[in-house]
């Protein structure tokens, strides 16, 4: 794909800007918006909006307006401005300016009633269920309602007293006058305010009256002069009424805003919606909006995801113009790339069990082990070693067959930047469960040492961790928060239905190094062997706690060494 500057294009939506600017568009007049719906927390879903438009915004040096739809008081909290606010900053995204579609109510209010003014609108008193009844369906046309007909002064008069107030919630509404026997049903005389007694968080009581998605949006990409309106499929629909009602207010403008539409993200194994992710939370099915299993921004900064690795997914999953599911595999694996490129290394044991080197009289020593293997300018930190050790229960078996290349009685294995071992006994308790495992150790062997023991070649390279000088940590393991790949895909069953009841475990006995004492909120490490983690906000100075972002292969297998 090129375009007349021969640049490549990145999106069929780039392609639709570039053609645009090929047959007259000035390139000062190009502008983008992000519209959010302060009703919850944005999503992964929302950063493909937030790439494509704030891409747009940067590649073509247009500027871009946050846009805040907060046209219904019923769902929307400053909290959740603040918290969406937060979430662009970090992904690295600055707006030109902040916008609110309340900032419009006014102009709407009065571009409303030049429809009404125009017979282009009217107030209907009817309820919700008559209005819907006679809509018709896409093969048969609706039946007008009786109220179609009103003067224009009897329509201001009364839509004047809806927005003061005068009248009960659903008691009327006001409609624009469009064709009940159109056969796209969104034309069918939509409904443009209805009345809403609830305060707003931003204009407070000022209105009783709110404006629909239809009759706000559109009025707003032209008040801000936006010149590609971009939004998702589904509103594929409403773009002839879109262009109608800015047709009807269309006076003095040259440029008038137009939409154009693309496929949802969707992503296996999760739900992408506020309000199907506002459920679990309300019911405390997940710690919050920020809970690292959530596909929420916050709950993927809290897992241990990277604005980075949210960009990289973003891109290689792309603009499409067909609905599609983007495996949720793809979004582990951007993570994972960017982890093992830059995590520091350190060794914890999250199922302990002891090991003691007979052999061994000193008391301690310090080895020197990489830092991280894929950047050699990371360095060497300094891990504690010493006569008893811990290793995992599941690295031991006292008897193995040969495939397996871990520890086990009479065969030897490298302890990962410290020495050769060799199995030799077991000691258990009474109900014949081992409990500590008893080992010899080649002085010669070191790590590094340069020694022809040193680089004999053994089978296994266990992590391992020393008694006296490791950390105990809180560790919290996330699985998929459904266990279907696509939850909300089954007829007449809900997506709850779908949930993981074991999508947390949480492991309170691990132990590690001592060099994670040092860690810091934020902080992302690899646990060697065992994967990606960030130390927690629950983390505190005599508590620290991690949370796994993901494995080190997209499907753990134990066998895997260093
Ligand atoms: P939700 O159902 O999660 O509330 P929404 O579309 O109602 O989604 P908005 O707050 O209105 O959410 O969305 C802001 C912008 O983000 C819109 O332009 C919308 O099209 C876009 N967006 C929302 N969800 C997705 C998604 N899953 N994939 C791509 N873009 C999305
Ligand atoms: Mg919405």
Redesign the pocket.
Known sequence: MANSTNQKTSNFLEEQVVHDLDTGLKVDSLKF????????Y?????????F??FGLALKYNAPIYLRF?DTNPTQEEQKFVDA?KEDIKWLGFKWSEERYTSDYFQQLYDWAILLIKKGKAYVDDQTSEEIAEQKGTPTNMGKNSPYRNRTPEENFDLFQRMKLGEFLEGARVLRAKIDMASPNMLMRDPIMYRIVNKAHHRTGNDWHIYPMYDWAHGQSDFIEGISHS???LE?GSHRELYDWFINQINIEKELVPHQFE??????SYTV??????GELVEKGLVSGWDDPRMPTIAGLRRRGYTPNSIKSFSEKAGISKRDNVSDIALLEHSIREELNATAQRVMVVVNPIKLTITNYDKEKEILEIENNPENPQSGFRKVTFSKELIIEQEDFKEHANRKFFRLTLGKEVRLKGAYIIKANEVVKDSKGKITEIKCTYDPKSKSGSNTEESKRKVKGTLHWVSMKHSVGIEVRNYDRLFNDPMPEGHEGKDFMEFLNPTSLTVNKKALAESSVEKAEIGDRYQFQRLGYYRVDENSNASNLVFNKTVSLKSSFNPKNTL
């Open positions: 918006r992000f519209p959010p719906e302060p009703n919850g944005l999503h992964i879903g929302h950063a493909a909006s937030l494509l438009n739809d969406i971009l939004c998702t509103f693309f496929a949802r993200r969707n992503l992408l919606s506020k309000r199907k992710l």
